[in-house]
């Protein structure tokens, strides 16, 4: 992997002696160019996101906190300022990963390049941070040079649990539209991950919460802060009633435990 966030990782990411490390995943918060946009079904992706930080920092005190991708509906600078204030509420070390609707380099520009992507080490797990956006398109791909870091990367340590974070879902998720705009080589990437340390993969992109299996390995979609998307639907569909994050308690022996959350949001926000 390009680089390990070993040397600055705070004390917190070490996570409890024995016990287990609480992480929090955070996707497609969507932030309009404009504070008070908003999105269709009039939901304001600003006011829904301020209120998922504000019960994550009341409620569960997570080790660290993982945002994965269409950060920005737009990709402006200042959408990036505003998130990431908003993610200081919550009081832990928090990370980010591009989706299609960010601008990558914007991004490197904002957090600098040692936040995306990478490796996060956290309580006897490595989490690498993959990067599956293809400019101006859609749908994703890993594509051959960043797989060949992963593999280098499963290769380097074949031990210790590993999770997998990236944008685009690699596997099918029984909805047409939206699997036609997943991560194009998904087979290929789920293949080289079948045998090796890799317990879990994160991904974002559904806005909707689902999780399957695969090879021994837990595939996890996460809800969109925002607005979600309803699967299993032949055309796109979307609610717009709640908002919500998941949530992983990472074990030693490389286990996971995950939890989805929801806030169901009034009318007007
Ligand atoms: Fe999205």
Redesign the pocket.
Known sequence: MPETRDPDVPKGLAGPAGGYFRLVQIS?P?LLAEPDGRLPGGVRPEARLARICTAVAEGEAPDCLLVTG?LAHEGTPDSYERLSRLLAVTGVPWYVLA?N?DDEEVMHGFFGESLMPGCIRAGGWRILLLSSVLPGQVAGRIGVRAGRDLAEALMEEPAGPTLVALHHPPVATGTPWLDAMGLADGRQFTGQLAGSSVRGVLF??L?APFETSLDGIRYYGAP?SAMQFVLGQANPSIETGWGGWQSYQLWPDGRIDSRVHRIEFEQGI
């Open positions: 497609d969507h269409d989706g609707h974002g992109h806005h969109s």
